[in-house]
Nanobody, 126 residues
Framework: VQLQASGGGLVQVGGSLRLSCAAS????????MGWFRQGPGKEREFVAA????????FYGDSVKGRFTISRDNAKNTVYLQMDSLQPEDTAVYYC????????????????????WGQGTLVTVSS
């Protein structure tokens, strides 16, 4: 299984970025997908998760109302649209995948995801 995250970069406060995570070697449409982040000197933090069909989405409290997770099963890709970025959003962002049955809510615990991408760095400058 390979998860390739991309789209990170340097952005000013209040700006936007869209992260992508392309999956291969797994039946993407059977996977819940999550985004996590780890800032400098911080523990890994849940950002967002989406169910197999995209009907169930969950967000961490710190990003609610600013970030949007979505997926395109035809492209085996999950996205994270990040708006109104703040310096505290600076982190390495990781995508993760977990095979689930259809009605299972996507997990918010990183311990439940067996597959991880390499991470993409987002830096928000003030």
């Amino acid at each position: 299984v390979q998860l390739q995250a991309s789209g990170g970069g340097l952005v000013q406060v209040g700006g936007s970025l869209r992260l992508s995570c392309a999956a291969s070697g797994v039946t993407f449409s059977r996977c819940a997908m999550g985004w996590f982040r780890q800032g400098p000197g911080k523990e890994r933090e849940f950002v967002a998760a989406i169910g197999r069909s995209g009907g169930m989405v969950f967000y961490g409290d710190s990003v609610k109302g600013r970030f949007t997770i979505s997926r395109d099963n035809a492209k085996n890709t999950v996205y994270l649209q990040m708006d109104s970025l703040q310096p505290e959003d600076t982190a390495v962002y990781y995508c993760a995948a977990k095979s689930v049955i259809l009605s299972t809510p996507p997990p918010s615990s990183d311990k439940l995801y067996p597959y991880w991408g390499q991470g993409t760095l987002v830096t928000v400058s003030s």
